[in-house]
């Protein structure tokens, strides 16, 4: 049967959870590249992370049509359950195209990775993103820490992307491995297969108090291509 929603974000959550989405229209979207789910808000970028982070619809492909500002909406779980096995945690495998847009002003909740994406893995790709402005949540204690992506496994592909503005501050830095564009790429169990980061660019003030920091990457392990 069919099935009516309020709102874009509600009918987004039932497509990110198996439904057709299909507009009235009759336009489809399906989360295929020819016709991606569109991240136009807040509420949409929180709708994605649950679905990934519950094991649903990581491997589909979304664009973010608008600048997300982040201010006003309290702690931000991340897209992707880490793991040092990339293979074994939940990874965000399918296509994040920002198109250029923000992603502003996030304060990151607790856990072993604070990024937007916590955790990307084989065939993953996030691109066309600026993050400007992270605050990290001060019980980081885990291994990753940083803006845009946590941990990259074998395979991902990281293209495009800028840190911008402050993440941390000097009374609240991260207490861990910190980075601009991604802290941890490659490794694990598929180590073998080469992570791309290419033409990214970190214009961020960056505080942490660890050994391990860097403006595009802290920890670069094998076969990594950097462009």
């Known amino acids: ?26 336009t489809v979207m399906d989360g295929t590249a020819e016709h991606p789910f569109e991240i136009r808000s807040v509420a949409d970028l929180k709708a994605l992370a649950d679905a990934v982070n519950a094991g649903k619809s990581a491997d589909k492909c979304f664009v973010q049509t608008d600048n997300i500002d982040m201010k006003d909406a309290g702690a931000f779980a991340g897209i992707g359950v880490y793991a040092k096995v990339p293979t074994a945690g939940k990874p965000f495998t399918g296509t994040y195209n920002g198109q250029n847009h923000k992603i502003m002003n996030v304060t990151r909740a607790a856990g072993d990775t604070q990024g937007v994406f916590n955790q990307v893995g084989v065939g993953g790709v996030v691109e066309n993103l600026v993050v400007s402005n992270m605050t990290f949540d001060s019980s980081l204690t885990g291994d990753y820490g940083c803006a845009i992506v946590g941990n990259a496994g074998g395979g991902a592909t990281l293209r495009n992307l800028t840190a911008e503005g402050v993440f941390g501050s000097a009374d609240n ?35 942490g108090a660890y050994t391990k920091l860097g403006g595009i990457c802290a920890i670069a392990q094998t076969q990594t291509g950097f462009t």
């Open 173 to 207: 830095p991260g207490t861990h491995n910190i980075a601009g564009i991604v802290v941890r790429v490659c490794g694990g169990a598929d180590s073998a297969t080469v992570t791309t980061v290419a033409n990214c660019k970190n214009n961020a003030a960056i505080y």
């Open 1 to 26: 049967p069919e099935q009516y929603y309020l709102n874009y974000t509600d009918a987004l959550t039932a497509a990110l959870n198996g439904a057709t989405l299909t507009f009235s229209d009759e």
